[in-house]
């Protein structure tokens, strides 16, 4: 059984740009989360979809936004790029909604930003 | 809201003695809790979870970790470390909806030979 997937691996962006990142959860997985990783302040929530559908969202400016297709498959964008977004972004999927639940996570997404 | 701490940024252990990290976690209803383990450059890998049944949980590679309520801790422990085991260690609670998980700060742990 494939794992989650995330892509791409890594990403070096510009200062103003804007990025999307990719997520293919495991096969049957509706449930997508999303974290940022950064040495200063660690690991972060970002938000959850589920059946295409916000069901959490962390505290992170607007500039951050997200969505979940029909398929599961999840993306992430971040807009007007800061050096402070440089990150590990990691993509988690879950079987279904609940706190129980197990997460399975992706091997990230570095992004620089320059 | 949910919050949790870990003591201790950076644990270092000879090979073959205990591993015990410690994590303490505030929240006003009964949490879930897990110990998560990164491996450079890797994701997370769940360890084990706690979700109410018995207090004492067994995980992979040999960890377990003990809930108590009157504490408020979860604290992972191995009985003899392996170098296998270096790696960061995560401890994390979640919300009984959801799937938000809430992470400590995390323990990079050191194995010396």
């Known amino acids: 059984k494939a794992g989650v997937t995330q892509t791409p691996r890594y990403l070096i962006k510009t200062r103003g740009q804007q990025v999307t990142l990719s997520c293919s959860p495991i096969?049957?997985?509706?449930?997508v989360s999303w974290y940022q990783q950064t040495p200063g302040q660690g690991l972060q929530f970002l938000f959850e979809?589920?059946?295409?559908?916000?069901?959490n969202k962390g505290n992170f400016p607007g500039r951050f936004s997200g969505r979940q297709f029909s398929n599961s498959r999840s993306e992430m964008n971040v807009s007007t790029l800061e050096l402070g977004d440089s990150a590990l972004y990691l993509c988690?999927?879950?079987?279904?909604?609940?706190?129980?639940?197990?997460?399975?996570f992706g091997q990230g997404t570095r992004l620089t930003v320059v | 809201a949910q919050s949790v701490t870990q003591l201790g940024s950076h644990v270092s252990v000879s090979e073959g003695a205990l591993v015990l990290l410690r994590c303490n976690y505030s929240?006003?209803?009964?949490?879930?809790l897990f110990w998560y383990v990164q491996y450079p450059n890797q994701g997370l890998q769940l360890l084990l979870k706690?979700?109410?049944?018995?207090?004492l949980v067994k995980g992979i590679n040999g960890f377990e970790a003990e809930f108590k309520k009157s504490e408020t801790s979860f604290h992972l422990t191995k009985p003899s470390a392996h170098m296998s085991d270096a790696a960061e260690y995560f401890c994390?609670?979640?919300?009984?909806?959801?799937?938000?998980?809430?992470f400590g700060g995390g323990t990079r742990v050191l194995v010396k030979p």
């Open positions: 979809y589920f059946s295409e559908t916000q069901r």
């Open positions: 929240s006003s209803v009964p949490p879930y």
């Open positions: 706690y979700t109410s049944a018995a207090t």
């Open positions: 988690a999927s879950s079987l279904r909604t609940g706190g129980d639940t197990e997460a399975f």
């Open positions: 994390a609670v979640s919300e009984a909806a959801g799937n938000k998980l809430t």
């Open positions: 096969s049957g997985h509706r449930s």
